[in-house]
């Protein structure tokens, strides 16, 4: 089959790659759309030594699992964890110490013909979601996973930091909440998707120092923080949602100071992020940018990385 | 009268000093005794730019007030508050906007023959706790504020980074919890003082990785930090107490990827400071390392700078 392989940094079209056979457990998904999202490029860049198929982000159709999975089409949940380790047994299968994420960490991801994926990882897609749509399942639930980790209050003044693929999907699912939300973004023409949505947008300078309650840094660099920071009132919680290829330096004394809380955020809940699809609470399609078919795969990678483009999707169909 | 100026990153015994004149609201304290902490060490450095006496732990006499606190031993918070700025109105006076801050922000500090603060500040001593320990209120009140943020449950694993006199005061406080606590430091003597207190201590190589609930930083050092958020578990705390003087660089994908919590932490409550030593729970008198009187205060600071030394204490009386 051809998958998009990434080995010391650099991506490869492979086309005589296997089939994978499912182990005990896992089925086998003929991918029919994926997406290439920020991890991918930082991957690429070198965030994480991982070698193999990339892509995290797909729907696909069931050809081998069990009877009600068959021919239906599904999404799936990145972790694949052990059920027994600490972290497993205490509540937490997301941080299993023996996971393997797909297309991350020790397991071929979603950009290729086929992925496996154990049986309980997998979600049905609801028929009134389009696959376009639905490719949008993972990073619409680790933007949710903000809500799963800290209270937002209706009277809450939220502060958003980048107006990216992250940025955008982190901005609707805060607006569902009703709170003060304020987006910062570099992009007329990105931040121009949430305006209509009556979602306060604006570039750095509109940041009034301490007045937000929560800010969310989705820009993953240094000044994106520092921005998501300055904006924080004292006793005020920052939510770090991109992964960052480099180290990132900080006044640490500031978060002494104003005594502000950092909470790192990941994976989320996919069952609350097809549920807002299903319900048309929020606008994904919008944010594809273009889509490739896989053979074009490195070329999709080309364009993914070219500043201000939204989502590039990819079409195994 | 005589006090520690600081300016430039210089310290200077003035002996001309006016006795201030308290303004409306508030008291004058003569001075009789006070600590070096490692903040008015970091503000020596260049930690922030202030000018001033320098010192904001200590004990005084009430000369100039109201009659229930004249010529009662007093400790004193040491920020001193508007009551009418959006934080102090918003129940966090501690980050009052125009606040100024004893011996650290625009208000001349302890380590004089007098201050003035607010009458509100100030809280009479227990005449069962001794001048020096009293001493101890302010940074035993720091120590404190970590519990005013989390709730340590009594089976949380807690780890504590750092010996010297913050780490000290916070592995007290913590053990009152009954938690499962560890203290890592670097010098035997100092880890020797709260093992016979029923508390485990070691070196940086008995960190089991991601096998803490809450870690506590209490080193300021980038080394301390790093430590700490090794030892965490996934959806851990990361509670920052100290100061640091430069900035601190840090692996941000950990914190995302293991969904790390990190908390900055300052002043704390008084009131629970002096019942604890009222009550004989927590020992600071032992972390005494020499007393110097005021007129050697800077041969008290070359002192207190030198490394693995713990309390030194000025003498006005």
């Known amino acids: 089959m051809k998958g998009i392989w990434l080995e010391d940094k650099q991506l490869e079209l492979k086309?005589?790659?296997?089939?994978?056979?499912?182990?005990?457990?896992?089925?086998?998904?003929?991918?029919?759309?994926?997406?290439?999202?920020?991890?991918?490029?930082?991957?690429?860049?070198?965030?994480?030594?991982?070698?193999?198929?990339?892509?995290?982000?797909?729907?696909?159709?069931?050809?081998?699992?069990?009877?009600?999975?068959?021919?239906?089409?599904?999404?799936?949940?990145?972790?694949?964890?052990?059920?027994?380790?600490?972290?497993?047994?205490?509540?937490?299968?997301?941080?299993?110490?023996?996971?393997?994420?797909?297309?991350?960490?020790?397991?071929?991801?979603?950009?290729?013909?086929?992925?496996?994926?154990?049986?309980?990882?997998?979600?049905?897609?609801?028929?009134?979601?389009?696959?376009?749509?639905?490719?949008?399942?993972?990073?619409?639930?680790?933007?949710?996973?903000?809500?799963?980790q800290i209270a937002i209050a209706p009277e809450a003044r939220v502060l958003v930091v980048g107006d990216g693929k992250l940025g955008q999907l982190v901005a609707q699912t805060l607006a569902l909440t009703g709170c003060d939300l304020l987006v910062i973004g570099r992009h007329t023409e990105k931040l121009g998707k949430l305006e209509p949505k009556g979602i306060k947008v604006g570039f750095a300078d509109l940041v009034k120092p301490k007045s937000f309650d929560i800010a969310v840094e989705c820009t993953g660099n240094p000044e994106g923080f520092n921005l998501a920071l300055q904006g924080l009132r004292p006793r005020g919680t920052l939510v770090l949602k991109s992964t960052y290829a480099g180290k990132l330096t900080l006044d640490a004394s500031a978060l002494v100071v104003d005594e502000i809380t950092v909470i790192g955020s990941r994976c989320g809940p996919f069952a609350k992020a097809l549920e807002l699809l299903a319900k048309d609470k929020v606008d994904v399609t919008s944010l594809i940018e273009t889509t490739y078919p896989l053979e074009q795969g490195l070329a999709a990678f080309d364009r993914a990385q070219q500043r201000g483009v939204l989502k590039v999707l990819l079409n195994m169909d």
Chains 1, 2 share one sequence.
């Open 15 to 148: 086309t005589d790659l296997p089939i994978p056979t499912p182990p005990s457990g896992e089925s086998l998904v003929r991918v029919v759309r994926a997406g290439i999202c920020n991890t991918d490029l930082e991957l690429l860049r070198g965030y994480y030594p991982y070698t193999g198929i990339l892509g995290h982000e797909f729907v696909g159709i069931v050809e081998q699992g069990p009877d009600n999975l068959i021919n239906k089409r599904v999404v799936g949940e990145i972790n694949a964890v052990c059920g027994q380790c600490r972290f497993c047994r205490s509540g937490i299968p997301t941080h299993c110490e023996q996971r393997t994420v797909l297309g991350i960490i020790n397991r071929n991801g979603a950009l290729a013909e086929y992925l496996t994926l154990p049986v309980a990882n997998l979600h049905p897609v609801p028929d009134n979601i389009t696959t376009d749509a639905a490719t949008f399942t993972e990073p619409l639930a680790a933007a949710l996973e903000i809500q799963e």
